[in-house]
T-cell receptor
């Protein structure tokens, strides 16, 4: 079945640095990908919708200048956490659906655990 | 925005017991997904429901979507320790493409 690959699975960075997370659809073209964040003992919260070839759509309260999203191709979306701070430490996970026809299963990446020290 | 209420928040059951998790939407859904997750790990797809009144089963897990497409339940029969984890319902609303999640249900199955 369709697979979404996310990299890296874990990253530790120093406060003030930037971190890039990649999300790839391996065997289908994803015009739209979704980025979620999950804090401990909480559910997944949608951060933004990544649209291939256009600007991402951010959810209310999510800083677009801090969480840069680039969806340059139909198989790759990247999330860059700029000037990371300890409060950005979280589990980030991406998702994509194979467009096909109608509603299809949403595939999720393995997630990235970000720790900012 | 899409509001998904999921209940209960946590559930502890004895191995072999049945259990039900509920997910209620404030709006009519285009699709309803059930996932299982261990925190800090990826999501495991369980089932997707799209039609009103639809019911699907896989092994000991059954999911239903009501006729109005606003409420879904996930039922586990004869629970086992391997069923333990966090169960999340995700919904895709009408005229939209993104998926939003309920708060999750943390299931513990005692041997």
């Amino acid at each position: 079945g369709a697979v979404v690959s996310q990299h890296p699975s874990r990253v530790i960075c120093k406060s003030g640095t930037s971190v890039k997370i990649e999300c790839r659809s391996l065997d289908f073209q994803a015009t739209t990908m979704f980025w979620y964040r999950q804090f401990p003992k909480q559910s997944l919260m949608l951060m933004a919708t990544s649209n291939e070839g256009s600007k991402a759509t951010y959810e209310q309260g999510v800083e677009k200048d801090k969480f840069l999203i680039n969806h340059a191709s139909l198989t790759l979306s990247t999330l860059t956490v700029t000037s990371a701070h300890p409060e950005d430490s979280s589990f980030y996970i991406c998702s994509a659906r194979d467009p096909g026809t109608g509603l299809t299963e949403a595939f999720f990446g393995q997630g990235t655990r970000l720790t900012v020290v | 925005s899409q509001e998904l209420e999921q209940s209960p928040q946590s559930l502890i059951v004895q191995e072999g017991k049945n259990l039900t998790i509920n997910c209620t939407s404030s709006k009519t859904l285009y699709g309803l997904y059930w996932y299982k997750q261990k925190y800090g790990e990826g999501l495991i797809f369980l089932m997707m429901l799209q039609k009103g009144g639809e019911e699907k089963s896989h092994e000991k897990i059954t999911a239903k979507l009501d006729e109005k497409k606003q409420q879904s339940s996930l039922h586990i029969t004869a629970s086992q320790p391997s069923h333990a984890g966090i169960y999340l319902c995700g919904a895709v609303p009408l005229n939209n493409n993104d998926m939003r999640f309920g708060a999750g249900t943390r299931l513990t199955v005692k041997p």
